[in-house]
């Protein structure tokens, strides 16, 4: 069974850093792109940043690229996503996603993920 677990959300002050944790289990992980969406009250779901655990390759939405970064560690089969310069904005439902397989250039579409976490809160104040 596919599992993907999300924590490290919180309350932060703006300008501040989080790191988002998705501990992932039930499949291998190097053969799933695994992705981070975020959805704010109201606003469609987002996607934030893609990365394939076998090659390292990384995506990132143009809008927060220098802000967030995306990394695995292959020994605990989890992705982190290192938030910083933390905005109001950002405030949203953060949920990791997997799926086997994604076309290229879809990378950040969440329709093409089969596998999703619970979500993590992440709140930011001004």
């Known amino acids: 069974e596919v599992q993907l677990v999300e924590s490290g959300g919180g309350l932060v002050q703006a300008g501040g850093s989080l790191r988002l944790s998705c501990a992932t289990s039930?499949?291998?992980?190097?053969?799933?792109?695994i992705a981070w969406f975020r959805q704010a009250p109201g606003k469609e779901r987002e996607g934030v940043s893609c990365i394939s655990p076998s090659d390292g390759s990384t995506y990132y939405a143009d809008s927060l690229k220098g802000r967030f970064t995306i990394s695995t560690d292959h020994a605990k089969n989890t992705v982190y996503l290192q938030m910083d310069s933390l905005k109001p904005e950002d405030t949203a439902v953060y949920y990791c996603?997997?799926?086997?397989?994604?076309?290229?250039?879809?990378?950040?579409?969440?329709?093409?993920?089969?596998?999703w976490g619970q979500g993590t809160q992440v709140t930011v104040s001004s």
């Open positions: 039930g499949f291998i992980f190097d053969d799933y792109a």
């Open positions: 996603a997997a799926d086997y397989s994604v076309p290229p250039g879809r990378e950040l579409r969440s329709h093409e993920y089969e596998y």
